[in-house]
Structures are given as C-alpha cells and as structure tokens.
C-alpha cells in the first residue's frame, strides 16, 4: 500500500495526498496550489487519473485544501466526496465563488477558466455530509472518523484506519484558545502520522497581547491618523474571528467610533452558515456589502472605515480594489491576521515592498503595515508539539507536510528531539510505503 504525496509537500498550498492499495485508490484532500504563475499552471493538471479515484476524504472548506474538487469531477472522477456536515455547507458557497474567480480571471487573461460555475455545482452534488465522531466506511476495506481540528468551522482531523493501518491526517490544526471553534481533538495513536506545519518554527503572541496589537491599529489608525484600516482576511474563519474579536473589544470599551464593512460575498455567507453553528458576539454599525455598487463606494470613504475583505492573501477579490485606494495614503493601515504565502501580494507588502502591481497599474504602499500573527487559525509550535505529545506511542512514520521548507524541517527537528520519533518531511511527488 502506498501513499503519494501529491501537494503541501515542502509548501502550504495545494494539499492533496493519494492513497493506493493496489485493489483501491483515495484521495486525502483536493486542494488547489496559490501563488503565481506555476502554481496556476500545476493546477490544471492532475498526476493520476481521477476516473481512477474512488472516493474523495476532506479535512476541511479552505481552498487550498478543496479547491480542485471541481476540476476533478469534470475530468471524469464518479465518485463521493465526503466531509463534515458543516464543511458541505461552506463549500456550497465557497466552491461556487472559487469557480466565479476562475471565470472571471480566464475572461480579463484569456484562455480556458480552470473550471466554471456550473461544473462546481455539479462538484456540490458528490458531497457526503458526516458528522464529527460518527464512523464511515466508504468502502469495505476503509474505515474513517473525523474529529474537531479546532482550525475553523467543520474543519477535522482524519482518523482512517485502511487495511490494517491507521493513517491519521491531522489537516490543519487550530490554536487552543481559539474564538468561535474548539480546541483540537486529542489523537492517541497512529501507525502513519501526517502533521502539518505552516507554523513549525514560531509561536503566537499570545491572546491578550493580540488583542491589544489589534486595539492598537484600529486606535492608531481611526482615531489617530484618521485614515481606514483594510483587513485582508480569507472569508471563511478569518472574518467571523475579527467579528467575533470587534465585537469583544467594542463591548469593553477599547474600539473607537467605526464602520466595519464586510466586503464579501463569501465572508457574509460563511457568517450567516456559522451563526447556524456557533454563536458571535454582536459588533455596532457592521455592514455586510453584497452588490458591487455597494462595494464601489467603500472607495470613497477616506476615514473610520475597517474595511474586511478577502481574498486573505490579497491574490484575487475585492481586498484588490481596497489596497489600491488605500495602500497609496500614509494615513491608512493594512492590517495583516494571517499567514502570507510566498509569492502572494499579501507576502510582498509583508516583506516591505515599496510598490507593488495592482491590476496592471503600480502602487505605491505608504499606509502603515501591521501583521498580527496571533490570530492564526493554525497551531503554533508549541500548539504542534502539545499536540503531538498527547500520542501515546511514536506512529512508525510521521511525515511533516503543509509548511514551507524551514517551518517543515524546525518541526521534524522537534519532533526527534522532543519524542524521538521517526519524522521525515516528504518531497514533492515522492511515494511512500505504508505497510
Ligand atoms: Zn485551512
């Protein structure tokens, strides 16, 4: 029996793990590769056959994770694609609004969209809803449980017992403490461990002084500058934690007068499907912008706007319009709460680029830059290892995926040192043996 890894493999996009028996083959996720040029590229083909693929096992929503599902169905996939009930919900939005982009990118740059809105609503029909602890069996030789991963709503842990081996995927894991969703599930034991690791070489601030950062560009920014502050902020999670977060330091006094505007779509959807699973708590004067005249006229607000807007690393959406008309005025702050993956825009303004391209057109970026990292929806080392330590023997393999090289490799170092296991970060493409 062998396991392929396909994607998030020495990078933090595009997961996507293929498992074969020889008699069955599976995917671990489907997820779609973001940044640049290359990355567009190796979406548009798969290395396997997708008629070939049984059935499809989903840890969560994010793009990165199951953007690809449309794509694999149009090219001849047949089968289910199972996930947590909540998962199916905001894939129904986010599926639909990934293959809008895709369109629309296809139409400004030519060429054929990677796949469209109707071929992402015939993707929604393979959905299989399951519940957190409930045991499925997708075929006669696989069993899997999904357990709470604590990273954003619906989001699991794959407990997938497959022949006689018990392959765990963690999937992303959230940061303890975290707003709106659990903490993530204690696993006890694996025979093969797959162990993200976008954050494998840092920690988090942690919550309270997150909170007085975030209170301080707001303060800073409004109250101060009297410029805006954007947001960017991918639209499901991300936002309904800043709502959850604004709402919280609004009640204690700390915000000053504002007006939050959700610019997306997506971001008001995934929050009126998270109100039906988790409670918020209430923010003042927050609008949820739906029509793009709506949208238009955020540009005109020159003061006391937070605008929170996706995509979260700023490759696409309406955040591109925000930062054209913001970046350029010292007065204003972009106010970064996740994580920027190499070769995105957002990670260029991280970085300190003094100009970057915004459709076509140079901007210059004077508004203040504030990077928050205590917000992340992903374990941090010690989050990483306090996990980890909670097995209560080293699986025969662990396999560190979903981090960029020298994040992967701190936390393999870590993993020897701390536990003493067998940990290997797996290159790209390469086939391991499970048996
Ligand atoms: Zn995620």
Redesign the pocket.
Known sequence: MKLRFLGAAGEVTGSCYLVDTGALRFLIECGMRQGGRQARALNRRFDFAPRDIAFVLL????I??SGLLPRLVAQGFGGPVHATRATCELLGVMLPDAAHLQEKDAEREGGEPLYTVAQAQQCLERLQAVDYGEELRPHPSVRVRWRDAG??LG?AILEIRVGGTQLVFS??LGQPGHPVVEDPAPIRQADVLLVESTYGNRNHKNMAQTLDEFAFALNDTLASKKGNVVIPS?AV?RTQDILSIMGELQRAGRLPKLDAYVDSPMASAATRITLRHAQLPPVDRVRFTESTEDSMQINAIRAGAVIISASGMCEGGRIRHHLRYNLPRKECAIVFVGFQAAGTLGRRIVDGAKRVRIHGEEVPVRAKVFTIGGLS??ADRDALLGWLGKFRRAPAQTWVVHGEPTASYALRDAIRERFGWRAEVPGQGQAVDLT
Request: hydrophobic share 25%; proline share 0%; no cysteine.
């Open positions: 840890s969560h929503a994010h990165d994770h990273h954003i989001s999937g992303d991918f999670g929806a992903h």
